[in-house]
């Protein structure tokens, strides 16, 4: 219950702070640092060494990438039909096919599973991350760039220099040779100011103004991101007999609403940011619905 009043306090808190303009508009940047450069790597180091690895834990891996190709085809596909251009198109794509699996993912994840279950989880996000600067990055450029073109120097830079990246990589090359079991209390301080600054930082960041003539694109990309997707990865696991923790974390986490690095992206390659920080405000609120149902699903199956 604690994580639910934590998760809502958060929430709010951020959105209170940006309404009465309490704090300064950028804000939430400063927050993401502590985050993407500290909290998140301390998370990594924490869990990462005490995962027994199996043959399993490449569904979260498989499962990640799986969402982003199908969501390629299904936006493709909708916004023919809509006679859509490009960068609406590259736009649905990038908000539909990957998931808030840190921000919102870790709470909820330690809210409904408890906290043991975050080593399963940060391969999901790791995944998702690499995903999203690979697959997602080549969407924008189509769609927000005159020649459509990412050279593979611009991904591997983006890869190269996402601190969570590295310190995932770190805490698992790292802990082969080096017992980090001294520094742990450490590691369990920095891993803990994620939820609530995440959270926090997700107040502060949404956005709900001129919603009403987006209506038909954010029905379809939520409907894609809250339910086809963990319905999909659902599937697969059920069809190849993954069970247990590793299926359900992963359906979960593909549950997760847009990720707010989409916003980032959106701007960087002009596509439609209006549309972006939208369906990334909804999904967020439509998604603490649907991951509660989500989390019965796996529980009732796995």
Sequence with gaps: MVNFVLIAVCILAGMVFKATKSIHPDAHKGINTWILYLALPAVSFKYLPKVQWTKEMLFPIVATFLIAVVCFFVMKIYSRSKSYSE?????????????????????????????????????????MFFALSTLGIIAAVRGGSKSGKVSAAFI?????????LLGCLAALVLSRYIDF??????????????????????GLQLKFNGWKKLIPQMSVSMLYKLILAPAIVLGLALLIGI???VAKITVFEAAMPTVV???IIAEQFRLN????????????????ITSALWYQITVLLF
């Design 87 to 127: 960068r609406s198109r590259s736009t649905m794509e990038l908000v539909s096919g990957y998931s808030n699996t840190s921000f919102i993912g870790f709470p909820l994840i330690s809210a409904f599973y408890g906290e043991s279950l975050l080593s399963i989880a940060i391969i999901c996000d790791q995944t």
């Design 261 to 263: 690095t989409s916003s």
């Design 243 to 245: 069970k247990g923790d």
């Design 156 to 164: 591997l830079k983006r890869l190269l220099t996402f601190p969570p």
């Design 181 to 202: 079991t001294a520094a742990e209390p450490f590691f369990d301080k920095l891993a803990a100011t994620v939820s609530p600054l995440a959270l926090f930082s997700v």
């Design 273 to 288: 940011t209006k549309l972006t920080n939208l369906i990334i405000g909804f999904s967020i609120i439509v998604g603490f």
